[in-house]
């Protein structure tokens, strides 16, 4: 069986070559750039002496949010993402394109009831990822000096296909089919996600979509990553590290055409860089057999947070300690939650 449990590692010599980012990309383009993780990837992208494109929905706000960065290096442009022409004109020039936008928002004028549903028609992921990558396809798609690197790199979400499971896989497979998000699946948000990625493998460009465990700013920065692929794990991840592997893939050629989850071991120092690790995965037309899917499962669930380690008996809202001590979570008991009360709403097109 292919190793499809990841946890990164350096290889056998230790000898793993880094090349800098800044050799295979000069300029990229960040979407929901003024997002917890957008932000992120902005300052991730500068620091690595990579210009910047922020897209974003409001320039004043973006402006006064990057104001210590020089403007040489950093371009705040206003854009539509459900507007393909928009986002042509906003990406000229960029060597690659990270989608950090997000179907939430905190706007609290959004009256949609918590229980509702998007159209694919309805949502930016859907509209806006294939527009992102037609258009990277459509500048880069015949450079050589580009092939084999991620021209789009999507940030995703662990679990965007487990609602669509069936009823024996997930009962099979309870502890991850049955944590809050998935069983509570506000306004279908996973489903949306689900349909980003499927568009985006669609398009023919080259891409790398990663899915996110629990983001939580509060785990310790500097997490070892463990990456899996299937679709079954369950954990925590810093933002910051996960905005560090959002720009690690995009100069490493393994990422291509793959799409994996990741959470932070906590306690285990990183590696020296993620290639090994993605050398090691498969790629999106391998597919995974549900004996890989299950080998996957019965190790990603040895390494959740807290003492029951049972992601399946938490409320949303509710921490891994809190399920520990018994204690309610924000929302409610589990069952019973307040998915209102948890401040979010669909960003629709």
Not at 84 to 94: D, Y
């Amino acid at each position: 069986m292919s190793s499809i449990v990841t946890e990164s590692s350096d290889n056998d010599n230790n000898e793993e070559i880094l090349i800098p980012t800044s050799d295979v990309v000069k300029k990229v383009a960040v979407t929901g750039a003024t997002g917890k993780t957008g932000k992120l990837v902005v300052e991730e992208l500068l620091n690595r002496n990579i210009q910047v494109v922020a897209l974003v929905r409001n320039e004043t706000k973006a402006a006064e949010l990057f104001v210590d960065y020089s403007s040489d290096m950093l371009e705040i442009q206003e854009c539509k993402l459900a507007d393909p022409k928009e986002i042509a004109s906003a990406l000229v020039g960029c060597d690659a394109t990270v989608w950090c936008a997000t179907g939430f928002s905190d706007d609290a004028t959004n009256k949609m009831a918590p229980t509702g549903s998007m159209t694919p028609e309805q949502s930016i992921d859907v509209i806006g990822v294939p527009a992102v990558a037609n258009t990277m396809l459509q500048n880069h798609g015949s450079q050589e000096e580009q092939k084999g690197y991620p021209k789009v790199v999507l940030l995703s979400s662990a679990g965007t296909t487990r609602p669509g499971w069936d009823e024996n896989k997930k009962e099979r497979l309870k502890g991850c089919a049955d944590i809050p998000i998935v069983r509570l699946n506000p306004f279908g948000i996973l489903g949306l996600k689900e349909e980003s990625e499927r568009q985006l493998r669609e398009t023919g460009v080259e891409y790398c979509i990663v899915r996110p465990g629990g983001l939580n700013d509060k785990w310790p920065e500097g997490a070892r990553p463990v990456l899996s692929q299937g679709d079954v794990a369950v954990g925590r991840i810093n933002r910051k590290d996960l905005s560090k592997i959002l720009c690690d893939v995009l100069s490493l050629p393994e990422a291509c055409n793959k799409t994996f989850e990741v959470i932070g071991l906590a306690g285990y120092p990183p590696p020296k860089g993620i290639g090994p690790a993605l050398t090691r995965l498969k790629l999106d037309s391998e597919g995974l057999s549900e004996s890989e899917v299950e080998a996957m499962y019965a190790v990603t669930q040895q390494l959740l947070p807290g003492e029951r380690q049972d992601a399946a008996a938490l409320a949303m809202g509710q921490t891994y300690e809190q399920l520990d001590k018994g204690e309610t979570g924000r929302l409610g008991k589990r069952g019973k939650e307040n998915v209102g009360a948890a401040g979010i709403a669909p960003t629709s097109a």
